[in-house]
Structures are given as C-alpha cells and as structure tokens.
C-alpha cells in the first residue's frame, strides 16, 4: 500500500478541463445533457440519511438558524454517526440508515428546492434538504473553489451548504462500453490514489489531483455545448470500515 500523503491539487478554472482530451477536433456542437441524463449518471451512487424505521420518513435535525434539515451523506461513516447522535436524542425512536441515489438526492436538494414557487404559500413548516460531502475533504478545497470561476448562485451554495468536491486526472481512465475510454471521478482523494495504483501506476508518478465540485458540474452538463459530457463516470467513495484492533 502507498504512504498516505496529501498530493497536490489544481483548481480548474471549470470542469471542462477534465474532459478536454477526449474531444479531439469535434467539428459541431455537442449536445449537453438533460436534468435526468444527469441523474442517471449519478444514480449508480449511494448516499445515506437517518430514517424513522415506522414512517420511513428521513430525520430532520434543527439547523443554527432554526431551520429544519435532512441530510443526505456520501460518507457511510458520518451518517453512522449522525444516526447514533439522533438515536441518543430520540431514545423512544426506531432510527436506522436509508441509502437514496445520489442522482435522486441531488434533484431533490438542489434543483427542486431552488426552482420552487417563490410566491407558495404553504404554510406547512419547511424542510430543507441538502447533501453532504465527506467533510475531511469538503475543508481542503473550500479555499480553491473559493476562487473558482463560476456563477454566483453556485458559489453561494458552496460557501453556505458546503461543496461537493470531485476529483480526477486526464491521466486515468477506465474502459468503457464501445471502445470509448470514461474518465472517473472520485468523491475522496484515496479512492483516486488507489484507483490509480491498482491501473499500475505508480506512486512516484502519481498525476496532479484536478477538483472540481458537483454542483458546478451538473450545470456545466446542463449548458456547455462544447464537451461530450458522456464519457464522465462517478465512481462511489470506497465502503467505510471501522479500524481492525491492535494487539493487545
């Protein structure tokens, strides 16, 4: 196994970076990809929420600012520890983890919430849902993609729910269906570091990390006509394991 370490990271000015080698001479426009294309993609992604066992209804947590909240995690780990916060608050509720796909959560928490009538008036208390990242990483890039070239509202998003980060190399790719290589891209530097070591690469030429965050990249899918935004393959963060004990 390769000494954990913190390699380097690039911010890219956009995501098309990721896929700029795979549209050699494309003489048209490509066509981008529909909300549920998008979907799809990211569907083969588990993420996980506290779920009342009876209603099967996710748990909501209070916010700081008072606002209700369910959250949907990648990281198995955080969501096992969210759930035993709540099962300790709730001592009298049947609590347990559900699994969504990720595709389903992120139209539910960032398109769904965002397009909604702002002139509803539903008076039933609101629910906000929102997706969380692995925190470890979601703090590294925070300050690269503070800088990053993108709308305001997506920048809004990031700094007050917290980016979704990605990460990915020009330099890995995996076989795909129909000869065409698909480039990944990882929820957690590790898997990246582990998806390259098992292609044989090796650790003294391991690529530069390039980061992106998801939310950028799911509008980039939605309106750039300049890359085939096909080849892109969301590969799910490895399964968390609680450490073996040592010696005794």
Same mark, same amino acid.
Do not use: Y
């Given at each position: 196994?390769p000494?954990?370490?913190?390699?380097?990271?690039l911010?890219?000015?956009?995501?098309?970076?990721l896929?700029?080698?795979?549209?050699?001479?494309?003489? @048209?426009?490509?066509?981008?990809?529909?909300?549920?294309?998008?979907?799809?993609?990211?569907?083969?992604?588990?993420?996980?929420?506290?779920?009342?066992?009876?209603?099967?209804? @996710?748990?909501?947590?209070?916010?700081?600012?008072?606002?209700?909240?369910?959250?949907?995690h990648?990281?198995?780990?955080? *969501?096992?520890?969210?759930?035993?916060?709540?099962?300790?608050?709730?001592?009298?509720?049947?609590?347990?983890?559900?699994?969504?796909?990720?595709?389903?959560?992120?139209?539910?928490?960032?398109?769904?919430?965002?397009?909604? #009538?702002?002139? #509803?008036?539903?008076?039933?208390?609101? @629910?906000?849902?929102?997706?969380?990242?692995?925190?470890?990483?979601?703090?590294?890039?925070?300050?690269?993609?503070?800088?990053?070239?993108?709308?305001?509202?997506?920048?809004?998003?990031?700094?007050?729910?917290?980016?979704?980060?990605?990460?990915?190399?020009?330099?890995?790719?995996? *076989?795909?269906?129909?000869?065409?290589?698909?480039?990944?891209?990882?929820?957690?530097?590790?898997?990246?570091v582990?998806?390259?070591?098992?292609?044989?690469?090796?650790?003294?030429?391991?690529?530069?990390?390039?980061?992106t965050?998801?939310?950028?990249?799911?509008?980039?899918?939605?309106? #750039?006509?300049?890359?085939?935004?096909?080849?892109?393959?969301?590969?799910?963060?490895?399964?968390?394991?609680?450490?073996?004990?040592?010696?005794?």
């Amino acid at each position: 196994m390769p000494e954990r370490r913190v390699f380097p990271t690039l911010l890219l000015g956009t995501a098309c970076a990721l896929s700029v080698a795979m549209r050699a001479d494309i003489p @048209v426009p490509l066509r981008p990809l529909q909300r549920q294309e998008i979907v799809e993609k990211l569907d083969a992604i588990p993420v996980f929420s506290v779920i009342n066992r009876q209603t099967q209804q @996710v748990v909501p947590t209070a916010s700081k600012n008072g606002v209700l909240r369910c959250d949907f995690h990648l990281e198995l780990a955080e *969501a096992t520890a969210s759930l035993e916060m709540l099962r300790r608050g709730n001592p009298g509720v049947l609590l347990t983890l559900a699994a969504t796909p990720l595709g389903t959560a992120f139209a539910l928490s960032e398109w769904e919430q965002v397009d909604v #009538d702002p002139n #509803d008036d539903d008076s039933a208390p609101k @629910v906000e849902l929102r997706l969380q990242a692995c925190q470890a990483e979601a703090l590294v890039v925070a300050p690269l993609l503070s800088e990053a070239p993108v709308p305001p509202l997506l920048r809004r998003r990031n700094e007050v729910n917290g980016a979704l980060p990605l990460f990915g190399s020009n330099e890995l790719r995996f *076989a795909a269906e129909q000869g065409k290589p698909a480039l990944p891209l990882f929820f957690r530097r590790n898997d990246f570091v582990a998806a390259w070591m098992a292609s044989g690469g090796k650790a003294e030429a391991m690529p530069v990390v390039q980061v992106t965050d998801l939310r950028t990249l799911a509008w980039q899918m939605q309106f #750039d006509c300049v890359h085939d935004w096909r080849p892109l393959l969301f590969v799910a963060p490895a399964p968390w394991r609680p450490e073996a004990p040592g010696p005794a």
